[in-house]
């Protein structure tokens, strides 16, 4: 089954404003199969960035008298925007909305809450992100990539999570067996 671009055709001609883990070259080349290529720095007025409730991600909140930074992309493929999409899953809508730069105010799309995720209360960090998620991520979407023209969103989001769960887990058994200082222990013939 090819990958249905069609709804995302109409887009390709806006540019593309990130500001959570998306702003990671390698993360963002992964994802999309696409290279990142900014035109520069951007932000949204009146909005605030957090975690997720119990999650990794960053979301955007509505919040008078604040703004969002991010990186502000050249317009991208319709394929490449439907794999965005696909790793920000149904939690987030893809929006065209008025977005600051320094040359001042112009079009671009971007993923905003659809409703169904919750904020936490925790800023959300990329420097943060890169050290506890990008590795699992990167191992995630690779495994994903290789199958994604045979999964819709649902699919692709199910197949994330399970991913996702097999990944902490390995990682879990793997720190049970090292010393507090993150040495492996040696292999002793007793």
């Not at 659809?114 to 506890?132: H, K």
């Not at 990167?138 to 097999?166: G, P, Y």
């Amino acid at each position: 089954m090819a990958l249905d671009t069609s709804a995302y055709q109409a887009l390709t001609a806006y540019p593309y404003f990130t500001y959570g883990s998306l702003m990671d070259q390698e993360v963002f080349g992964c994802i999309a199969e696409w290279p990142l290529d900014p035109i520069g720095p951007a932000w949204v007025e009146n909005r605030y960035r957090t975690r997720l409730a119990n999650q990794s991600y960053p979301i955007v909140n509505e919040g008078a008298d604040s703004r969002v930074f991010g990186l502000l992309v050249r317009p991208l493929p319709a394929e490449a925007l439907m794999r965005l999409h696909y790793y920000e899953t149904a939690d987030y809508n893809l929006n065209l909305r008025k977005i600051e730069t320094l040359a001042g105010p112009q079009q671009a799309l971007l993923f905003e809450p659809s409703g169904r995720a919750a904020p936490g209360s925790e800023l959300w960090r990329l420097s943060d992100w890169r050290q506890t998620s990008k590795a699992m991520v990167m191992w995630v979407q690779r495994q994903i990539n290789q199958r994604l023209d045979q999964l819709d969103m649902a699919q692709a989001d199910a197949l994330f999570d399970q991913l996702e769960a097999q990944w902490q887990a390995s990682h879990t058994e793997a720190n049970a067996s090292r010393d507090p200082l993150g040495h492996k222990p040696a292999n002793r013939l007793v």
